[in-house]
T-cell receptor
Framework: AQKITQTQPGMFVQEKEAVTLDCTYD???????LFWYKQPSSGEMIFLIY??????QNATEGRYSLNFQKARKSANLVISASQLGDSAMYFC?????????????FGGGTRLMVKP | ETGVTQTPRHLVMGMTNKKSLKCEQH?????MYWYKQSAKKPLELMFV???????ENNSVPSRFSPECPNSSHLFLHLHTLQPEDSALYLC??????????????FGDGTRLSIL
């Protein structure tokens, strides 16, 4: 079974509007971390935001926030006030406490396209 | 500028060639990683090093040979590659490899094409 599922292969959003990118995960660990990365066409993976499984509040970093619903095992990324530079691939990833190799497991990604 | 530098950015090689990918991190991190990103597939972890020692090897073919001479440098030596090895190879680093909340910082990647 997929550990990280991103069901939206591609999304369009109008500039200045908010957009939500979906991520669901599968783990039996109680302790885990969830990450979102942005990958522009240049190839670099840019860390955006982190949510720990025991964090009671949703993580926020500037225009990025994470809608963390633990019971539903979802960790959706919300980007507010979209900008043209937000057009990129977005990857959700998870690290589990019992994963000794500190492996980040990535989802398949969502391509976000911001329309002017 | 992420603090992780990969060279070359692009590489085209024949199946019989030998080449090396280089990664250098300026973040003072103790762990370094190699990932492979193929079209339409999630990122695949290839190797993990912590303080110059390999701690993870995800059943990678022996035609890929990593080397970590110190905690700032990581190499991936390539020989007799196959066309299916064409991909974007990403290097990353983190403070240490066990920290659950530590993000990995990635380089720009090397786009490899095998003729």
């Amino acid at each position: 079974a997929q550990k990280i599922t991103q069901t939206q292969p591609g999304m369009f959003v109008q500039e200045k509007e908010a957009v939500t990118l979906d991520c669901t995960y599968d783990t039996s660990d109680q302790s885990y971390g969830l990450f979102w990365y942005k990958q522009p066409s240049s190839g670099e993976m840019i860390f955006l935001i982190y949510q720990g499984s025991y964090d009671e509040q949703n993580a926020t970093e500037g225009r990025y926030s994470l809608n963390f619903q633990k019971a539903r095992k979802s960790a959706n990324l919300v980007i507010s006030a979209s900008q043209l530079g937000d057009s990129a691939m977005y990857f959700c990833a998870m690290r589990e406490a019992n994963n000794a190799g500190n492996m980040l497991t990535f989802g398949g990604g969502t391509r976000l396209m911001v329309k002017p | 500028e992420t603090g992780v530098t990969q060279t070359p950015r692009h590489l085209v090689m024949g199946m019989t060639n030998k080449k090396s990918l280089k990664c250098e991190q300026h973040l003072g991190h103790n762990a370094m990683y190699w990932y492979k990103q193929s079209a339409k597939k999630p990122l695949e972890l290839m190797f993990v090093y912590s303080l110059e020692e390999r701690v993870e090897n995800n059943s990678v073919p022996s035609r890929f040979s990593p080397e970590c001479p110190n905690s700032s440098h990581l190499f991936l030596h390539l020989h007799t590659l196959q066309p299916e090895d064409s991909a974007l190879y990403l290097c990353a680093s983190s403070q240490d490899y066990r920290g659950l909340n530590q993000p990995q910082h990635f380089g720009d990647g090397t786009r490899l094409s095998i003729l």
